[in-house]
């Protein structure tokens, strides 16, 4: 057996990429956004999502006031505007206004959505745990809503929608060809193994699905 090298790096958090999205809320009664790449789901029922905020971070004031935050999925065509949203403090501009982000505000009060992202969810806090650099805060989303551009036949295209992904090497990647068909591909690794429950119908998704069939 051939022996494959390997350098050892210590504890490190590092999923190859992680997507990128705008978090919403508002700060003393005005709306700020922050930029996350520390996130994902964690729950399908409910619906449950996680963001992960460094404790000194603006919108962490607002979600602590409010318990309420949007998680917004901005497309590529907005790199720039998203970058910029985690180089600038709220408490020093007004984000929205620099980035000409078209506002709305669904049935979760205080949790801003960003009109020109794809997809928004609307949440509601469940959970603020310290775990140390950062402050995990879970939220049970409330409302769901896709951009009408990036819809086909009714559900979410994820290559419509045009997410993109940050790497710690320090670049966002936009997304690639799909490589092969969830569910179904690791069927052909043994056959009869598999759980044919599994294969036939995923997990339950209440929320937004991002998966290129769907």
């Known amino acids: 057996m051939t022996k494959i090298k390997r350098e050892e790096q210590g504890p490190v958090p590092i999923l190859c990429a992680h997507p990128v999205v705008l978090v919403g809320t508002d700060v ?3 709306p700020d956004f922050a930029t996350v790449a520390w996130t994902g789901v964690a729950a399908s029922s409910p619906p449950t999502i996680s ?3 460094q404790p000194h971070r603006h919108s962490l004031k607002g979600i602590r006031q409010n318990m309420t935050f949007s998680v917004n999925i901005p497309s590529i065509d907005y790199i720039k505007e998203t970058d910029y949203c985690g180089l600038v403090s709220g408490s020093m501009s007004a984000k929205a206004d620099d980035c000409n982000f078209k506002i ?3 049935s979760t009060p205080n949790a801003p959505l960003i009109e020109q992202c794809p997809v928004n969810h609307a949440c509601e806090v469940l959970h603020i745990l310290a775990l140390g650099s950062h ?4 939220g049970k989303i409330v409302e769901t809503y896709y951009s009408g551009e990036c819809m086909t036949e009714g559900k979410l295209d994820i290559v419509k929608a045009k997410p993109f992904f940050f790497s710690f090497r320090g670049g966002y990647y936009s997304l690639g060809e799909p490589s092969g068909k969830a569910f179904i ?7 009869e193994k598999v759980d044919k429950s599994r294969a036939a119908s995923p997990p339950p998704r209440t929320s937004a699905p991002l998966r290129e069939d769907d």
């Open 28 to 30: 003393d009664g005005k």
């Open 185 to 191: 591909i690791g069927s052909s690794v043994n056959p």
């Open 51 to 53: 963001i992960a905020l």
């Open 135 to 138: 402050t995990l805060v879970i």
């Open 104 to 106: 709305f505000y669904g």
